[in-house]
C-alpha cells in the first residue's frame, strides 16, 4: 500500500516536528518565567556562590537559544552537572538532575513507569470493555428504559471527578465493608496477584470515569452511522439487526473510538495524576505533584516533556490506527 | 476533551437547515431535562453572585477560624452532632480549623464558576480568532497555524498546568492565573481545529461566492457570511467546556496547586476529606455534592443546547430505515 | 462479459446465456427463470407485484393516495414522477420498509404472493434481498465505507442461503464479473471509495443480482452518473433482464430513462396516479394534461431550437400559490392549487412546441464580443499530485447570445465557469473583458449556482440577498434599495411582497429565481450559469429556462450555459463548445453541433442520451452494443 506507507511516514514525521516544537515551547516557558532560574534549580539550600556557579554552569548568561542548544546537547549526548561539591555525569538522554535527591530526572521517571504503565493499561482494558459495551447496550435496547437508564448513569459517570469516586470507591469498599485492604503498590514482579488485587480498586475508579465518555462517543457513533444510507441499504437486503447493530454500525465507532482511546492512553502514561495521588500509588503522576510542591524544576520540566512525548507519541499511532480503521482518509 | 469526540458530538458542521434564534429557544424551551438543568445551573449563579450576601445572613465568613469549635483532643473533630449542624453554622464547621462550611461553600462556588467561566472565555477567544484565520488565511498561515494548535492538543493539561503553577511566583493573583493556565493550555486547540473545518466548509458555500461577486471584500464576508454559521458548533462547544473547566479547576485545587488557602475551594475541601468522612461525612458530601451538582447540570445543560442547536440529532433516535418520511 | 471466471477456490464456473440454474424461491417452490423480458404470461401463481389501494403517511402528510398496479412476472414498469410524487416512498413500501419507522402504510402490497403488510420480520427479511431487490439512488453512500464490496455482497448472500463464506465470496465475485466489472476478483476486495461513479452502480446492481431475485427495484439508478455511464447501466439493465427473465420496478424522474428500459409506464403527481399503460401509449400519446404537460417539459435533444420570441411571453408565470388550473378531467389529476411552495404552470406553456425557450435576438453571431477566454488553464495540486481541470480553453461570448458549455463530470466545465466570473484565478492565459485584461471579479459578470440550497444564505431574507450587490456597490438610500429588490422579484416572476420571506419557505425552482434576481441586480453584462437548472424538476427546468431566455432578449444580455444535459443545452443556446477532460473537441453553432457533429467524442454523447420514443431507444441500444463490441467503454 504505497499510499498508506507514505502517509505514515507523513505522520512520523510531523510527530517529530511538534515534538521539537512542544520542546521547544516548554523549555522556554519554564526558563524564561519570572523568578532567578539558578536559585530554584540549585535550591533553597544553596550559598550565593554556588547560585553563581550553578548560573554560569545553566549558561544563564547566554542568549536563550544558545541555552536550548545545550539543553538540546544534554539530551543527545549528555551533560556534566557540578552541585557545589562534586560533578556528577548525566548520561544520554538527559533531561537534568533533580535538585532534591541528585538523581538523573530520566532515572527517575523510568523507576516509576511502571506503576504508570500497569494503571494506564489495566483501566484502559475495564474502559473499553465497559464503555463500548455500555454504549452498544444502549443503542441495542434504544427507545427502551434500559436505554434512559444507562444514559443517565453515563451522564453521573462523566459527571463525577476521578477523585470523588476514588473515595467513594475507597471508603465503601475497604472502610465501612472491608472487602479489600486500602490499595497499596505491589510490583507485577514480585507477586501478580497481590498487584492485580492492589489495583482493581484505581483500575475501576479510572476505568469507570472514562468509560462513560466511551460509551456517549460510541452511543452517538453508532447511531449517526445507523441513520446513514448504507445501513438502509443492508436493511432492505434482510440483514437483521443483531448484524446491522454489531457490524455495521459499530464500525462506524471505530474510528472515533481509536482516536480518543489512544489520547488518552498517552495522558496517561505521563501521570493519571488524581488518580496516583489519591491512592498513594508511586507513580510518574504523584512524582510530579510533589516535585511541583518543591518546585524541583529539572523533575518537573522533564516530566512535561516525558508526558508530551508519550501524547505525541500516542496521537501518531493513533493516526496511523485511525488511517487503517478507514481507508478513505489516507486519500486526503 | 480530544477531537474524535468533538467530530463526533457537535453538530451542524454542515446543517443547512435553518436555525434562528426564535426556533432555538422555542426547541430548548420544550426539553424538560435542559430545562432543570438551566434552573439549577441560574440558582448556583445566584448563589455565587450573592456569597457575600448570603454569609452576611448567617453571621459568618469563610476565613474566620473557630478554633473552639472543634475538639483537638480528638484530632479536630467538630463538636457537635452532625459535625456542628446548628443555628449559627448552616451546615457545620470545618474539621481542625472550625471554618464555617456554608460559607465556605457559597464562596467556593464563587472561585468554581468564576474560574470556569474565564477559562471558557479565554478557549472561546483564543479558538475562533486562530481558527478563523486558519481558515480564511492562504496555504502558510494555515499549515502554521494547524500545526501550532496540534502541539497544543498534545499538550498533557494536568501536568503542564501542575508544573506552570508550580513556577510562577505567588505574587500573581492566583485564581486568575489558575483560570489563565487551564484557558491557555487546553481546550481551545480543539476548538479551532472546530472552527478552522467548519470555516473551510462554510467559505465553498455557493452564497459566499455569490457575495465576492457582488463585491464585497474578505473581512466583511467573514463577518456577514461566516460568523452566523460558526455561532451553532462553537456555543455546542462552549457548552460542553465550562464543566470541564469546573472539573480541571476541582482537580487542581484537590492536588493543592490551584487556588491557595484561604480562598476556599471545592476541590480543596476534598482534600483531606477522607479522613474526615467518618466524624463529619458533610465534609466530604457537601463539596463532593456541589461538585457533581453543578458538572451534572451543566453537562446536561449542554446536552440540551446542542440538540436544540441540531434536531437532526436527536430524531436519530427513532431509526427504521433511516429515512424522515416525505421523501419520494 | 467474460462466460467463465473462476471462483475463489479457483474451478471455473461457467454461466450459460440462459441465465443460472433453477433456485427456490422463498415459498420453497422452483421458479423457472423466464428468457424473454417481453409482458410475460400471468403464471398460475399470480402476478409478481400487486398493489391495491396503497396510501402512505408520514406523521399526517400523506405521500402516497390510493396507488394501485400489477406487474407479471418478467415484466417492467417504470414510476414517473417529479420530486414530491411519491414514486420513491412506494417502491420502499414494496419491501416493507416503512415498518418502524412511524409512517403509516394502508391498503395491500402483495409481493410474489408475500403479504408485505402483515408478513412477519422472518418472511419480510427472506423477501428484502431474496425475492426481490432494490438498487439505491446514490452508491457511494449506499454501500458501507468499511468493508470491501466483495464482503458486502458476501454478507448479504450468506443472509439468504447457507452458503458458507469461501462460496459466499466467489459468489460475489461471480456477480461483479457478471456485472461487467473487469478483473472481478481484485475489485471484490477493494473499498467502494475506490471505484468510479459507474462502476460503484454496477456493483450496487450485483449485490441485488447475488440471491438471484424475481423483482428489481431501481430507485433512480443513474441520476448521480454522467450521461455515457447511464447508457451503459440502463443496457446492463436491460441484457441482465433478457438472461434472468428479472422483473423491474424503475422509479425515475427522466422520462427518457423510463422509455429506454421499460413495457408500462405509471405517471405519479402528489401521490396520486396520473395516467398508466404501455410506453408507447403514454409517451407517444399521453391522455392526461399533466402528462402531456410532463412531456412537454422535457427537453430533446432532437428538435431544432425555435428561435420565435412569442412562447417566451407566455412561459412566464405566476409565483407563489399556485394559481395553474389545469382543466382536470381524468382520474386522479389535481386540479389547480398545489402546495403553495410549488408555482403552478399555466396550461399550455409551451407544451405543444418542442422546445420554447428560443431566444431570438442576437444569435446571429455578430454581436461584439463581451468576453473572451484566451487559452486558459488551471492546474490543481502540485509535482506528482497535479491535476490539469482546464487544458487551454479559448472562446468567445458575444452581447445577446447563450454559449452553451457542455460536458460531464470532470471535462472542467465548472472550474472553467469560475475563471470566466474571476473567482477563479487561472495559471496561465487570461480573460478579457470587452478587450481588457481582467483579474479578479468584475460586477458586469455574475454567476448564477447549481444548488439552490447553498445559493442563498439561509440565515437571510430574500430580499437581503437580492440586495446584496446593491450594498457593495455603496448606494445607502434604503427605499431606492427596496423599490429595486421589488423591481427585481417581480421581474423573475416572483411576488414583490414576499421580499422579507426566507430561502427555506421558498421551493427550488422560486430559489433560482432569487439568484437569477440577484444576478441582475448587479446590472451585469454577462451572467454565467453553473447547472442553473440541474437540480430541479423538469417542469420547473422549462419555467427557469424560458426565464433565462426571456430576461436576455429584454436586457441584451450575454449567457454562458454550462450543462451536463446536452438537451437542455441545445434548447437555450445559440452557440455550443463540447468539453472533454478540459479540452474543447468541439465549437460551434448549436444546430450544427447537434445535428452533425465532427469529433467522435460528440457523437457519443448524443448516442448516449435516452430518446423518448422506445423504438428509437432499442434501435440506438444495438448501435451502442455494436459501437463496445468494436472499442469497449472505459467504465
Redesign the interface.
Known amino acids: 500500500m504505497n499510499g498508506f506507507g507514505g502517509f505514515a511516514v507523513r505522520r512520523a514525521a510531523g510527530a517529530v516536528v511538534t515534538l521539537f516544537a512542544l520542546s521547544v515551547i516548554i523549555y522556554v516557558v519554564f526558563y524564561v518565567t519570572p523568578g532567578d532560574v539558578a536559585q530554584i534549580t540549585c535550591g533553597p539550600r544553596c550559598s550565593p556562590a554556588q547560585v553563581q556557579q550553578v548560573s554560569a554552569q545553566l549558561h544563564l548568561d547566554d542568549p536563550l537559544y544558545a541555552r536550548y542548544w545545550h539543553f538540546l546537547q544534554g539530551i543527545v549526548a549528555g551533560q556534566d552537572y557540578s552541585t557545589g561539591t562534586s560533578v556528577q555525569h548525566c548520561s544520554a538522554p538527559c533531561l537534568g538532575l533533580s535538585y532534591q535527591s541528585d538523581q538523573q530526572v530520566l532515572t527517575l521517571i523510568l523507576a516509576k513507569l511502571p506503576v504508570t504503565a500497569s494503571l494506564a493499561l489495566g483501566s484502559m482494558v475495564l474502559w473499553l470493555v465497559i464503555g463500548v459495551g455500555t454504549g452498544v447496550l444502549s443503542v441495542w435496547r434504544r427507545g427502551r428504559l434500559t436505554e434512559r437508564v444507562l444514559t443517565t448513569v453515563t451522564l453521573a459517570g462523566m459527571s463525577t471527578p476521578v477523585f470523588v469516586i476514588g473515595l467513594v470507591l475507597m471508603i465503601v469498599v475497604c472502610g465501612q465493608l472491608e472487602l479489600l485492604p486500602f490499595p497499596q503498590y505491589v510490583p507485577f514482579t514480585e507477586d501478580p496477584e497481590q498487584w492485580a488485587w492492589n489495583l482493581l480498586l484505581p483500575w475501576l475508579s479510572l476505568a469507570l470515569i472514562e468509560s462513560a465518555t466511551y460509551a456517549r462517543i460510541t452511543r452517538a457513533a453508532m447511531l449517526e452511522t445507523l441513520a446513514e444510507d448504507h445501513v438502509r441499504t443492508f436493511r432492505a437486503y434482510g440483514v437483521g439487526e443483531r448484524a446491522v447493530i454489531g457490524r455495521h454500525a459499530l464500525r462506524g465507532a471505530l474510528a472515533p473510538l481509536i482516536a480518543v482511546n489512544a489520547n488518552n492512553i498517552g495522558v496517561l502514561f505521563g501521570g493519571a495524576v488524581l488518580t496516583e495521588t489519591l491512592f498513594g500509588l508511586p507513580g510518574i503522576g504523584r512524582e510530579m505533584v510533589e516535585a511541583v510542591k518543591v518546585v524541583d524544576l529539572p523533575v518537573v520540566v522533564g516530566m512535561v516533556l516525558v508526558t508530551g512525548f508519550f501524547v505525541v507519541l500516542a496521537n501518531a499511532v493513533a493516526d496511523v490506527l485511525y488511517a487503517l480503521a478507514d481507508r478513505r482518509v489516507v486519500l486526503t | 476533551m480530544s477531537e474524535a469526540v468533538l467530530a463526533v458530538e457537535t453538530p451542524g458542521a454542515d446543517a443547512p437547515g435553518v436555525s434562528g434564534a426564535r426556533q432555538f429557544w422555542r426547541r430548548l424551551r420544550t426539553r424538560r431535562a435542559a430545562l432543570v438543568a438551566a434552573s439549577v445551573v441560574a440558582l448556583l449563579v445566584l448563589v455565587a453572585l450573592t456569597a457575600p450576601l448570603l454569609t452576611a445572613l448567617e453571621g459568618q465568613d469563610p476565613t474566620t477560624y473557630h478554633p473552639s469549635l472543634v475538639d483537638s483532643a480528638r484530632g479536630g473533630v467538630p463538636v457537635g452532632s452532625f459535625g456542628g449542624i446548628g443555628a449559627d453554622h448552616w451546615l457545620g464547621v470545618e474539621p481542625q480549623t472550625g471554618r464555617d462550611l456554608f460559607a465556605r461553600l457559597v464562596y467556593g462556588a464563587r472561585v468554581s464558576l468564576g474560574v470556569a467561566l474565564a477559562a471558557t472565555v479565554v478557549q472561546l477567544v483564543l479558538g475562533v480568532a486562530v481558527g478563523l484565520a486558519a481558515g480564511l488565511g492562504n496555504r502558510w498561515v494555515d499549515q502554521l497555524l494547524t500545526r501550532v494548535a496540534d502541539i497544543f492538543v498534545a499538550m498533557p493539561l494536568m501536568i503542564v498546568a501542575l508544573a506552570l503553577l508550580a513556577v510562577v511566583p505567588t505574587s500573581f493573583p492566583r485564581p486568575v492565573l489558575v483560570a489563565l493556565v487551564v484557558g491557555l493550555v487546553s481546550g481551545w486547540a480543539t476548538l479551532a481545529k472546530l472552527v478552522r473545518a467548519q470555516t473551510l466548509t462554510l467559505k465553498e458555500a455557493d452564497y459566499v461566492a455569490a457575495a465576492r461577486l457582488s463585491g464585497w471584500g474578505t473581512l466583511r464576508i467573514a463577518r456577514r457570511e461566516l460568523l452566523p454559521g460558526l455561532a451553532a458548533p462553537v456555543i455546542t462547544f462552549a457548552a460542553i467546556l465550562v464543566p470541564t473547566n469546573i472539573s480541571v479547576e476541582a482537580a487542581l485545587s484537590f492536588l493543592g496547586v490551584g487556588v491557595r488557602p484561604p480562598t476556599p475551594s471545592w476541590g480543596q475541601m476534598l482534600t483531606s476529606a477522607n479522613v474526615w468522612y467518618q466524624a463529619a461525612p458533610q465534609y466530604l458530601l457537601l463539596p463532593a455534592g456541589a461538585l457533581f451538582v453543578t458538572v451534572l447540570a451543566l453537562t446536561v445543560l449542554g446536552d440540551g443546547v446542542r440538540t436544540a442547536l441540531d434536531p437532526r440529532a436527536a430524531s436519530r433516535l427513532r431509526v427504521g430505515t433511516g429515512r424522515k418520511g416525505g421523501r419520494s | 462479459m467474460s462466460d467463465a471466471v473462476k471462483n475463489a477456490a479457483g474451478s471455473p464456473v461457467v454461466k450459460n446465456a440462459a441465465g443460472s440454474p433453477v433456485v427456490k424461491n422463498a415459498a420453497g417452490s422452483p421458479v423457472v427463470k423466464n428468457t424473454a423480458h417481453d409482458l410475460a404470461v400471468k403464471d398460475a401463481a399470480g402476478s409478481l407485484v400487486e398493489v391495491d389501494g396503497l396510501t402512505v403517511d ?2 399526517g ?1 400523506r ?1 402516497v393516495d390510493g396507488l394501485g398496479f400489477r406487474l407479471e412476472r418478467g415484466a417492467a414498469l417504470a414510476l414517473v ?1 417529479e ?8 417502491a ?1 413500501a414494496l ?1 416493507g ?7 403509516e402504510v394502508g391498503g395491500t402490497i402483495e409481493v410474489a404472493g408475500v403479504d408485505v403488510g402483515r408478513a412477519s420480520e422472518d418472511v ?7 425475492t426481490a ?2 438498487v ?1 439512488q ?1 452508491p457511494l ?7 470491501a464490496v466483495g464482503d ?1 455482497i458476501a ?2 448472500y450468506r ?2 442461503t447457507r452458503a458458507s463464506r469461501r462460496a459466499a465470496r466467489a459468489r460475489a465475485v461471480e456477480v461483479l464479473d457478471r456485472v461487467g466489472i473487469p478483473d472481478a476478483v481484485r475489485r471484490s476486495r477493494s ?1 467502494p ?1 475506490e471505484f468510479s461513479g459507474g462502476m460503484r452502480q454496477r456493483a ?1 446492481i450485483a ?1 441485488a443480482l447475488a440471491c438471484e431475485p424475481e423483482l428489481l427495484i431501481a430507485d433512480e439508478p443513474t441520476t448521480a452518473l454522467d450521461v455515457t455511464v447511464q447508457a451503459q447501466i440502463l443496457d446492463l439493465l436491460h441484457t441482465l433482464r433478457e438472461e434472468t427473465g428479472m422483473g423491474l420496478l424503475l422509479v425515475t424522474h427522466d422520462v427518457g430513462v423510463a422509455a429506454e428500459s421499460v413495457d408500462e409506464v405509471l405517471v405519479m403527481r402528489h ?1 396520486r396516479q396520473v395516467e398508466h399503460g404501455s410506453v408507447t401509449e403514454v409517451l407517444g400519446a399521453p391522455r392526461q394534461p399533466y402528462t402531456r404537460e410532463l412531456l412537454g417539459a422535457v427537453p430533446r435533444v432532437d428538435a431544432p431550437r425555435v428561435t420565435g420570441a412569442g412562447s417566451g411571453a407566455e412561459a412566464g408565470e405566476k409565483s407563489g400559490a399556485g394559481s395553474g388550473a389545469e382543466a382536470g378531467a381524468g382520474s386522479g389529476v389535481e386540479a389547480g392549487a398545489g402546495s403553495g411552495a410549488e408555482s403552478g404552470v399555466q396550461a399550455g406553456a409551451g407544451s405543444d412546441t418542442g422546445s420554447d425557450a428560443g431566444s431570438g435576438a442576437g444569435s446571429d453571431g455578430s454581436g461584439e464580443p463581451v468576453l473572451e477566454a484566451v487559452g486558459l488553464h488551471r492546474v490543481f495540486g502540485r509535482g506528482k499530485k497535479a491535476f490539469t481541470a482546464v487544458d487551454g480553453v479559448s472562446l468567445t461570448v458575444r452581447r445577446g447570445e447563450t454559449l452553451g458549455v457542455v460536458g460531464e463530470s470532470g471535462s472542467g466545465k465548472t472550474t472553467l465557469g ?1 475563471m470566466l ?3 477563479l484565478e487561472p495559471t496561465a492565459g487570461e480573460v478579457r473583458h470587452d478587450g481588457h485584461t481582467r483579474v479578479g ?1 468584475d ?1 458586469a ?3 448564477v ?3 439552490p ?7 437571510r431574507s430574500v430580499g437581503e ?1 437580492i440586495a ?2 446593491l ?3 455603496g448606494e445607502r438610500d434604503e427605499t431606492r434599495i427596496r423599490a429595486r429588490v421589488r423591481e427585481l422579484l417581480e421581474r423573475v416572476g416572483l411576488e414583490a411582497a414576499h421580499h422579507d420571506r ?3 419557505e421558498f421551493s427550488g425552482g422560486q430559489r433560482q429565481r432569487v ?1 437569477i434576481a ?1 444576478a441582475l441586480a ?1 446590472d451585469p453584462r454577462v451572467i454565467v450559469c453553473d447547472e442553473p437548472v440541474s437540480a430541479l424538476d423538469v417542469t420547473t427546468q422549462a419555467q427557469v429556462v424560458a426565464l433565462l431566455a426571456e430576461l436576455q432578449r429584454e436586457l441584451g444580455l450575454a449567457l454562458v450555459f454550462i450543462a451536463h444535459d446536452l438537451a437542455v443545452v441545445r434548447q437555450v443556446s445559440d452557440r455550443v463548445a463540447v468539453m472533454r477532460r478540459g479540452r474543447i473537441v468541439e465549437q460551434g453553432p448549436a444546430d450544427q453541433v447537434y445535428d452533425h457533429p465532427q469529433d467522435p467524442y460528440t457523437g457519443q454523447l448524443l448516442a448516449a442520451v435516452p430518446a423518448l420514443d422506445p423504438e428509437v431507444a432499442a434501435r440506438r441500444r444495438s448501435a451502442r452494443r455494436r459501437a463496445a463490441r468494436r472499442e469497449p467503454a472505459t467504465i
Open positions: 408520514f406523521g402528510l405521500a414522477g420530486s414530491g410524487s411519491g414514486k420513491s416512498t412506494v420502499s419491501l420498509l416503512h415498518r418502524g419507522t412511524g409512517a419480510l427479511r427472506r423477501l428484502r434481498g431474496g431487490a432494490m439505491f446514490d453512500s449506499s454501500l458501507d465505507p468499511y468493508y458486502q454478507e448479504v443472509v439468504h473499498r471509495h450496487l449485490m401521490g469560475r466570473v474571476g473567482l471579479v460586477p459578470v455574475q454567476m449556482f447549481q444548488d440550497v447553498s445559493s442563498l444564505n439561509p440565515r440577498s446584496d450587490p450594498r457593495a456597490r426566507y430561502p427555506h439568484g440577484r448587479a
